[in-house]
C-alpha cells in the first residue's frame, strides 16, 4: 500500500506555486509557471505547463503544443513542449533577447488530427539579466 501510495505521488502533477498562471481554451485548462520570476534577459528561462480537460479535469497525456513571446519589436520566440514525466505535465525553455514588455502566449491540441487551441495572451516585464558573455548564474 505504502508502494502504490509512492508511486501516485511521483506521477502526480508537481505543487502549484505561488506564481502560476491559468489559462483557458476552448476544451482545456492550462496552468504554467517559470522557475525564474520575473524573468531575465540571456537566461534560459524553464517553464512548466499542466493541461487538463476543461471539463473533466482529467490530465492531458501526450498532447502537443508550444508556449510563444513576442514583444513590442515584433521579436517572436517559442519552443515546442517537450511532455513529462509527471502525467498531464509538459516543459519548454525560452530565452528572451531584450528587456521589456513581452506577451506570451500558449498553444495545446490533444494529437496532432486536432486544431491548436490558443490562450489569451498575458503580458510579462522582463528584466535585464547577464551581458553577453558574462558567466551564467549558478
Keep these: 500500500m505504502l508502494a502504490l501510495a509512492g508511486v501516485a505521488a511521483a506521477c502526480a502533477p508537481p505543487d502549484r506555486p505561488k506564481s502560476d498562471i491559468r489559462l483557458w481554451t476552448q476544451d482545456f485548462e492550462i496552468r504554467a ?6 524573468p531575465v534577459t540571456l537566461e534560459p528561462i524553464h517553464y512548466t ?3 487538463r480537460d476543461k471539463n473533466t479535469k482529467e490530465p492531458i497525456a ?5 508556449i ?9 520566440k517559442w519552443d515546442g513542449f517537450k511532455y513529462g514525466p509527471e502525467v498531464g505535465t509538459y516543459h519548454a525553455t525560452l530565452m528572451f533577447p531584450a528587456s521589456g514588455e513581452w506577451a506570451l502566449g500558449i498553444q495545446f491540441r490533444r494529437d496532432s488530427t486536432q486544431l491548436l487551441q ?4 498575458w503580458r510579462q ?3 535585464v539579466g547577464a551581458e ?3 558567466p551564467s548564474k549558478p
Design 33 to 38: 509557471w517559470s522557475d525564474v520570476t520575473p
Design 49 to 51: 505547463i499542466v493541461v
Design 118 to 121: 490558443k490562450t489569451e495572451d
Design 132 to 134: 553577453p558573455g558574462a
Design 68 to 76: 510563444y513571446v513576442t514583444n513590442a519589436d515584433r521579436v517572436t
Design 62 to 66: 501526450d498532447g502537443q503544443g508550444r
Design 125 to 127: 516585464t522582463v528584466y
